[in-house]
Structure formats: structure tokens, C-alpha cells
């Protein structure tokens, strides 16, 4: 037996023959690429014919697909191409940003400029006949219209909030303006995807979730669905680093304001509780109100969403850790710690993970569950990557295998 290490990306020749069908069958014209590229992973040691079978099949070739990115001047559009940089199915032709039009993305993020990539262009000015699928990074109340003018082959993963809502009055609502696509908006699939992975596999436009919805979402759902809480009475608690806000420039944002201290905002009205609320109330068929509170704190990127609930009649903390358990235990990028261990931000800092616990309260019949992410990969550009992956047809680790960075 001759072992194989984990590599970078899961991948086998079937998954990648089924790939390339569905590309042809969706008629995308897309570039060659050698697969050469290709690391694999394998959890287990693989025989000498195996390991010389994948060895030869990375010697073929297999399509790409080309993607453009729109706002990539902002962080989540850089954090797209850092990701990019490491997946090997994936190909950017197209990168706008209106305010830098002209500029290579290096003068803008010079921490990207090993990278060879397309100069930044103004939206007006796209060609989109190069182009198969496009991360949109663009800010709310902007995206509606440039999306409903894209050509209707494009895949779209669109990070704004644009589309998160289902309801178009509670869009207004919350968001002070009317929807503007409308008809886009019912075709839109929310992008939590460990939760509808079956929706999204067949989605040409997903809504990716925000950062906090989904640091909240992900440990409340299951257990929700199970009926192992209660609707009422929950409260969250959530911090965030600075990027959060994005990368305009604001007085609230500077580093005096910041640093040294915790800063309280959107209390009672962040944008982010219709979200949070859809999504726990579809997991419970019923209403779900909350009780949501953010903090900027001052660190660049992570957040941490503290949560207290109440748990249903005759069930325990254990019975809560059981349950995420059980639901998370085949995921690639939610862990659920041992019994006692707390998440912390720093463990996660650069990664697409979640880790989460639970912990009893010492109020009887109450619990309290930590989730932890950072709140530019897995709250925003890397969930999105992985969104995509997964409407293309492909291992949806791909190009996420990137270990949380520490120190």
C-alpha cells in the first residue's frame, strides 16, 4: 500500500467526469485547463494501481470555469480572489470596481499582486461573453438592477442583501427602499449551504447569507428542527471585527473610534434581524422573534455570536450537543467541539469553518451556544465559493481547504 496524504482539494474522477457533462449540457462555453493542477485528497491509503490511476488521470484535461467578480475593490471582492488564487477549476476574466476602473487590482490590493488577473473595469463597460458565473460583492440597493441585466446563462452568487429576503415589503422595509427585480427576487435561493445544498445544486442566482445570519443560523436550525428549543426568549449577543462594516470610509470606522473599546450598533433595527428571523422561523413552522444586539470590536476580521435559549420541556445540554452532532458530523466546514471547550475567533481567523459549542446555563431549563467564524470567509466570500462550487457541480471544499491562520 502506498499512502496519499490530505491535499487541497476533495476530488474524484467520477464528480469531475460528471462536471464537465453538466457543463456541456448547460451549453457553457468554457476555456481548456490542464489538470495537472489538480491536488487530490485522500483520507486513506490507496494501492500503488489506484495511486498510479489518479496520477493518471491528472495528466487529462478538464474544462474551467471562468468567473468575474463585481466590486472586488471592496473586502469581500479581494477576499474572492485570494480564495480563487488557490482553486483549480476556477478562472477570473472579469473584475469590476467603478471608483478604480483602470487600475490593476495590485495597486489596490498589493497583497494580491503575485496574482495574474484582469485590470479593474467599470460595470458599464463589462463583457460578460467571457464570463460563466459571477460573484457579485457589489452594496445593497446597487446589485438589483446590474444583476437583472446580466445575461440569463450567468450562475450568480450575489453577496449584498439584496436578495436574502423573500418578502419584497419587508425588503423596503428594512432596507428604505423598494425591490427593483422583483421577478429575480422568487427565482433567488437563500446560500446557507450547509442548510439547502439541494436548493442551491440547482440554483442559477443564490442570496448568500450574511455574516451574522449565518454564524446564528447555523447552530439554531437543527435544533430548532428538532424541537429541541423553544421559540421564545431567544437573545444573541453578536461581536464582529471591523471589516464587517465594509471598506468605505466612515467617521464610526476610523481606528480612534475603534480600538480600545466596544461599540454597540443597530440595536433593535440591524438589518440583519429579518434574516435571522426568516431563517429560524422556516426551521420551526412558525414565528420566530429574537432579540439581536451587534458590536464592532477592534480586530480586523472574526466575529462571535454568543447565544441563550430556552430548552424545550424534559431536554438537556447534552440532548443540544447530540443534535449538532448528529447534523454536522459529515460536514467539512462546521465543528462541533468537546463537551467544555469554548470557540474562539482566533482558531478560525483566515478559514471557511465554524466552530460551536454548547454550554448549560446556570439558569435551569436555559443553554448557551457559541458559534464562531470569520466574517469574511465563511460569513461572506468563502461561503460564496463554496455556493458556487456546489451549483457548478463540484466538490464544494474546493479551494476552502485553507487552515484558519494562527498567530
Not at 433567488?188 to 439547502?196: H, K, M, N, S
Not at 451574522?212 to 443560523?217: F, G
Not at 462571535?304 to 445540554?317: D, F, L, N, R, W
Amino acid at each position: 500500500m502506498q499512502s496519499l496524504s490530505w491535499k487541497t482539494v476533495a476530488v474524484d474522477y467520477g464528480r469531475l467526469h460528471k462536471f464537465k457533462m453538466q457543463k456541456e449540457a448547460r451549453g457553457f462555453h468554457l476555456k481548456h485547463f490542464d489538470r495537472s493542477r489538480l491536488d487530490v485528497r485522500g483520507s486513506a491509503a490507496l494501492s500503488s494501481q489506484s495511486l498510479q490511476s489518479v496520477q493518471t488521470q491528472s495528466q487529462q484535461s478538464l474544462d474551467t470555469v471562468r468567473v468575474g467578480v463585481l466590486g472586488a475593490s471592496g473586502y469581500t471582492g479581494s477576499e474572492i480572489v485570494r480564495l480563487l488564487a488557490n482553486h483549480p477549476y476556477f478562472d477570473i476574466t472579469l473584475m469590476t470596481a467603478d471608483r478604480k476602473a483602470g487600475l490593476s487590482l495590485a495597486t489596490v490590493f498589493p497583497h494580491l499582486i503575485t496574482q495574474d488577473l484582469p485590470s479593474l473595469i467599470a460595470v458599464k463597460d463589462a463583457d460578460f461573453s467571457d464570463v460563466d458565473a459571477v460573484f457579485c460583492c457589489l452594496p445593497h440597493g446597487t446589485t438589483q438592477e446590474i444583476i437583472k441585466a446580466l445575461p440569463r446563462g450567468l450562475k450568480v452568487v450575489d453577496l449584498s442583501a439584496d436578495f436574502r429576503l423573500r418578502s419584497v415589503d419587508e425588503y423596503e422595509e428594512w432596507y428604505g427602499q423598494p425591490h427593483r427585480a422583483t421577478e429575480l427576487q422568487k427565482e433567488a435561493v437563500y446560500g446557507l449551504t450547509e442548510i439547502l445544498r439541494d436548493e442551491i445544486r440547482n440554483a442559477r442566482l443564490v442570496a448568500n447569507p450574511g455574516c451574522y445570519p449565518t454564524s446564528v443560523q447555523l447552530p439554531l436550525v437543527p435544533l430548532l428542527k428538532a424541537k429541541l428549543i423553544e421559540t421564545r426568549n431567544i437573545i444573541i449577543d453578536s461581536k464582529s471585527g471591523v471589516s464587517g462594516a465594509g471598506r468605505g470610509a466612515k467617521e464610526a470606522n476610523l481606528y480612534t473610534e475603534i480600538a480600545e473599546g466596544i461599540h454597540s450598533y443597530g440595536i433593535t433595527r440591524h438589518r440583519h434581524v429579518p434574516e435571522i428571523e426568516q431563517g429560524l422561523s422556516d426551521a420551526s413552522n412558525s414565528k420566530v422573534t429574537i432579540s439581536f444586539t451587534p458590536h464592532l470590536m477592534p480586530m480586523s476580521r472574526g466575529m462571535q455570536s454568543t447565544v441563550y435559549v430556552e430548552m424545550a420541556s424534559g431536554v438537556t445540554v447534552e440532548d443540544l450537543h447530540q443534535q449538532l452532532s448528529i447534523t454536522y458530523k459529515d460536514e467539512e466546514f462546521v465543528v462541533l467541539l468537546e463537551r467544555g471547550a469554548v470557540p474562539h475567533t482566533r482558531n478560525v481567523r483566515g478559514s471557511n469553518y465554524c466552530f460551536m459549542n454548547v454550554f448549560d446555563d446556570r439558569i435551569p431549563g436555559r443553554a448557551i451556544i457559541i458559534s464562531v467564524i470569520d466574517n469574511l470567509v465563511k460569513g461572506a466570500s468563502g461561503q460564496a465559493l463554496q455556493n458556487l462550487n456546489v451549483m457548478v457541480g463540484l466538490p464544494e471544499n474546493t479551494g476552502l481547504l485553507q487552515q484558519p491562520l494562527f498567530p
